[in-house]
């Protein structure tokens, strides 16, 4: 909690989209069985303290990691920084990090995950931009979740990005009573194109422990990524994704278009309204 997001909050009500993100809820006491600590399967992609690596190519890196790891596996491609925020670090100590890991060799790309623009946007000042400006590729992708988050200090924030050549991305958690609404993700994920921000990621929450009073049925988010698909250019369209449990990795989970051959042997293509047509191959 910043104090630029408690006056944000201040005078809300509790089931406030806002408040409902950031304040302390009972619920959050409650876990159900089948929630985890370790939800989307971490622990067993920690090969030393720090890297997650899941994938061939690329590596979560937790700030607290030694580079040797990096160094010694050469078809790592991406490192992406993550949990803490790394934008919470001094810029001092960021532009380090980063610097250190643009020297090697075959690290190519660079991503970060932050909260910071959002919740503490008066933080990004010129040493915090002259940090990201790195000579390899440094994606940004900044967590929001209602366009009630995006005030005057966060545009500021997210314009003197864009305006350093920082490439913008955005995920999205789908939580029930904040964003569980058509009009709602439409208006936030217009509202971040126009400022040069790409929507990335709509979340499935994952099986985090006191969580489960945000999560929706997966058919709720499959409709409204249909009914937006009808009302929004593709430029807004994030991939509405589940991070499968046990170490499974991201998967696309958005309403299926293209269906089993009819008798003709036509495939069967629904459009955006739900009608199903007729596709010859």
Known sequence: MTPYLESLLRGRPADDPLSLQFLPQEQELTALSHETSDPIGDIPF????????????????????????????????????????????????????????????????????????????????DSYIRALQQPLPLYLAVHVNHPEEITEAVVTAIRQLAEAGIVLLSQTVLLKGVNDNEVVLETLFRRLAGLKVRPYYLHHPDLAPGTSHFRVPIEVGQR????????????????????????????????????????????????????SHSYPE
């Open 46 to 125: 920690t090969p030393v303290a720090g890297v997650v690596h899941r994938h061939p190519d690329r590596v979560l890196l937790m700030l607290q990691a030694a580079f040797a790891y990096i160094r010694a596996h050469p078809k790592i491609w991406e490192v992406i920084l993550t949990g803490g925020d790394p934008l919470s670090l001094s810029s001092r100590r960021l532009r380090e990090i980063l610097s250190d890991l643009a020297a090697i060799p075959h690290v190519s790309v660079l991503r970060i995950h932050s909260r910071v623009p959002i919740v503490a946007p008066h933080s990004i000042d």
């Open 224 to 275: 409204l990524m249909r009914s937006l698909r009808r009302t929004v250019s593709g430029l807004c369209l994030p991939t509405y994704v589940l991070d499968l449990p046990g170490g499974f990795g991201k998967v696309p989970i958005g309403p299926m278009y293209v269906g089993a051959r009819d008798a003709s042997g036509c495939r069967q293509i629904q459009d955006s309204e739900g009608a």
